[in-house]
T-cell receptor, first 115, second 119 residues
C-alpha cells in the first residue's frame, strides 16, 4: 500500500532564510509525487510535481523539490522564505503503475514565516 | 486549468440535520472528487462522482450518509446527512486537470471548500 509521511506538523523560519518541508513516501517503484499548498480559507493549489527525469523539480512561487529515490524523499525547498509563504503544505503520492490508483495526501505541514 | 465554485463556503448546522454542498466547474470534466479535511488532519477521499452512474465510495463512507448527485459534466452535489459534531470538517470538491502524459500524473484542482460546523 502506498503512503506518504510529513514528519513535521509545523516549521518556523525567519523571512529571508532558506526553508525545507520534509516528505517521505512508501510506494512500489517510482511514484508520481506532488506538493500542494493551502492558504487560509482557500482550497489546495498545485505547486509542483515529479514525473520523471531531473530529480530537481521547480514549481510555482520559487519553490523546488528534490526527488531522492534512495531515501524515498521529496522535500520541498525554497532558498529565501517570504512571509506570504506561510500556509499549510501537503505532499502527495500516486502509484505510477496503476491507472486506477488514488492520490494519497500527507498529514500536512504548517509553514510559518516570521518577519 | 478548471475553475471550481463551491457553496456554501461555511455553515453552522444543528445535529440531526442535513446539508447539501454544491460544486460547479467552468468546464466539462469526467470525474469529480469529494474530499473531507477534518480539523488538523489531511485530506480523505470520500467518493468519486461520475456523470451518469453511481458515485464510487471509499472505505468508511456510505451513500446513505453522503449521497452524491452528478447530473451533468459540470456540476455535483454532496449531502452530509443526519449530521453529528464529528462531521464538522472542511469538504472539498476537486477535479483532475488532464495533462499530456499518463493519467497518474494529472494535477488536481480544488474548490475553496465548505467549512461545516455541527453543534
Amino acid at each position: 500500500a502506498q503512503s506518504v509521511a510529513q514528519p513535521e506538523d509545523q516549521v518556523n523560519v525567519a523571512e529571508g532564510n532558506p526553508l525545507t518541508v520534509k516528505c517521505t513516501y512508501s510506494v512500489s517503484g517510482n511514484p508520481y509525487l506532488f506538493w500542494y499548498v493551502q492558504y487560509p480559507n482557500r482550497g489546495l493549489q498545485f505547486l509542483l510535481k515529479y514525473i520523471t527525469g531531473d530529480n530537481l523539480v521547480k514549481g510555482s512561487y520559487g519553490f523546488e523539490a528534490e526527488f531522492n529515490k534512495s531515501q524515498t524523499s521529496f522535500h520541498l525547498k525554497k532558498p529565501s522564505a517570504l512571509v506570504s509563504d506561510s500556509a499549510l503544505y501537503f505532499c502527495a503520492v500516486r502509484d505510477r503503475y496503476s491507472s486506477a490508483s488514488k492520490i494519497i495526501f500527507g498529514s500536512g505541514t504548517r509553514l510559518s514565516i516570521r518577519p | 486549468s478548471a475553475v471550481i465554485s463551491q457553496k456554501p463556503s461555511r455553515d453552522i448546522c444543528q445535529r440531526g440535520t442535513s446539508l447539501t454542498i454544491q460544486c460547479q466547474v467552468d468546464s466539462q470534466v469526467t470525474m469529480m472528487f469529494w474530499y473531507r479535511q477534518q480539523p488538523g488532519q489531511s485530506l480523505t477521499l470520500i467518493a468519486t462522482a461520475n456523470q451518469g452512474s453511481e458515485a464510487t465510495y471509499e472505505s468508511g463512507f456510505v451513500i446513505d450518509k453522503f449521497p452524491i448527485s452528478r447530473p451533468n459534466l459540470t456540476f455535483s452535489t454532496l449531502t452530509v446527512s443526519n449530521m453529528s459534531p464529528e462531521d464538522s470538517s472542511i469538504y472539498l470538491c476537486s477535479v483532475e486537470v488532464a495533462g499530456t502524459g499518463a493519467r497518474g500524473a494529472n494535477v488536481l484542482t480544488f474548490g475553496a471548500g465548505s467549512r461545516l460546523t455541527v453543534l
